[in-house]
C-alpha cells in the first residue's frame, strides 16, 4: 500500500523554524520528484519545493526562496523540508507528495500524504 506520511508540524513564531518530514512506504523515492505543497485558508494549494535527483534539479517558490531547503535520504524513504525565518504568510496546511515526472505541480503529482497544519503566529 502506497503511503506518504507527513510529520513536524506545529505552531510557530514569526522568525522561528520548523523541520516537516516525510516518510514514504509502499514504494521506493529513489526514481521520484519529491515535493512540499501548501494550501493556505482561503487559497488554492501552491508549490513550495521539488526535487528531482535524476536530473538535479531542485524548485523552490520564490516566497521561500533563501528560507526553505529540501532534502531527502532515499536509502530510508525519507524527505523533509527546513524551513526558517518563518512568516504569518507561510501558515497552512503542507503536503507532501510524488510523482514520476520531472514537474512541481499539484495536478501533476501521484501520491499525496494527509498534510500538517504549520502556523506562524505570535
Known amino acids: 500500500q502506497v503511503q506518504l506520511v507527513e510529520s513536524g508540524g506545529g505552531l510557530v513564531q514569526p522568525g522561528g523554524s520548523l523541520i516537516l518530514a516525510c516518510t514514504a512506504s509502499?514504494?521506493?523515492?529513489?526514481?521520484?520528484?519529491i515535493g512540499w505543497f501548501r494550501q493556505a485558508p482561503g487559497k488554492e494549494r501552491e508549490g513550495v519545493s521539488c526535487n528531482n535527483r535524476l536530473v538535479g534539479s531542485t524548485y523552490y517558490a520564490d516566497s521561500v526562496k533563501g528560507r526553505f531547503t529540501i532534502s531527502r535520504d532515499d536509502a530510508s524513504n525519507t524527505f523533509w523540508l527546513r524551513m526558517n525565518s518563518l512568516k504569518p504568510e507561510d501558515t497552512g496546511v503542507y503536503y507532501c507528495?510524488?510523482?514520476?515526472?520531472?514537474?512541481?505541480?499539484?495536478?501533476?503529482?501521484?501520491?499525496w500524504g494527509k498534510g500538517t497544519l504549520v502556523t506562524v503566529s505570535s
Open positions: 509502499g514504494f521506493t523515492l529513489d526514481h521520484y520528484t
Open positions: 507528495a510524488t510523482t514520476g515526472l520531472s514537474i512541481c505541480d499539484s495536478y501533476g503529482m501521484d501520491y
